[in-house]
T-cell receptor
Framework: QKEVEQNSGPLSVPEGAIASLNCTYSDRVSQSFFWYRQYSGKSPELIMSIYSNGDKEDGRFTAQLNKASQYVSLLIRDSQPSDSATYLCAVLYSSASKIIFGSGTRLSIRP | EAGVVQSPRYKIIEKKQPVAFWCNPISGHNTLYWYLQNLGQGPELLIRYENEEAVDDSQLPKDRFSAERLKGVDSTLKIQPAELGDSAVYLC???????????FGEGSRLTVL
């Protein structure tokens, strides 16, 4: 089992719809979770962090965390073509103080 | 505030040649990371520094890779000799607290022929 797993996609969503990106992780004691966005040919950029169970909203983005299920998700409301990118889930593995990235989900917003 | 600066942006070398990458982190960020990213994959940690101390180098292939962070600021990652499989993007990141909130540089894309 990979430490951080994501569906590689591509995930195609019509403009204006909600995009839902999912991530599972294997370390039960992890406490910190992050979503990074990476445009093609660019470096990753932090867009959301979440530390507690439940939802955290920031503009059109909502991160959801369920530690019991070891599941993190990112919802993007009112998807725009500029949201087309690869979204990387990252988990801070407390046992090793190591930040592990998933392989990313490629999101495409079609006009 | 200036971001993380990396150089060179691109490097093409023949196999068995040496190569070095340089990184200047955001001012005040004590934690510095070097990651490797292959196409279609997430970044993979090579080494993490807290100030000038390498606190996690377990994934660094020490037979050919070396890194240093003198004076706890700039860092250099070296590969000698390079192999075909080293072709990738080498990302440097810094963090104010080492807690997962990373700020990445633009990366150095290495092609080994």
């Amino acid at each position: 089992q990979k430490e951080v797993e994501q569906n590689s996609g591509p995930l195609s969503v019509p403009e204006g719809a909600i995009a839902s990106l999912n991530c599972t992780y294997s370390d039960r004691v992890s406490q910190s979770f992050f979503w990074y966005r990476q445009y093609s040919g660019k470096s990753p950029e932090l867009i959301m962090s979440i530390y507690s169970n439940g939802d955290k909203e920031d503009g059109r983005f909502t991160a959801q965390l369920n530690k019991a299920s070891q599941y993190v998700s990112l919802l993007i409301r009112d998807s725009q073509p500029s949201d087309s990118a690869t979204y990387l889930c990252a988990v801070l593995y407390s046992s090793a103080s190591k930040i592990i990235f998933g392989s990313g989900t490629r999101l495409s917003i079609r006009p | 505030e200036a971001g993380v600066v990396q150089s060179p942006r691109y490097k093409i070398i023949e196999k068995k040649q040496p190569v070095a990458f340089w990184c200047n982190p955001i001012s005040g960020h004590n934690t510095l990371y070097w990651y490797l990213q292959n196409l279609g994959q997430g970044p993979e940690l090579l080494i993490r520094y807290e100030n000038e101390e390498a606190v996690d180098d377990s994934q660094l292939p020490k037979d050919r890779f070396s890194a240093e962070r003198l004076k706890g600021v700039d860092s250099t990652l070296k590969i000698q000799p390079a192999e075909l499989g080293d072709s990738a993007v080498y990302l440097c990141a810094s963090s104010p607290r080492g807690d997962g909130e990373l700020f990445f540089g633009e990366g150095s894309r290495l092609t080994v022929l």
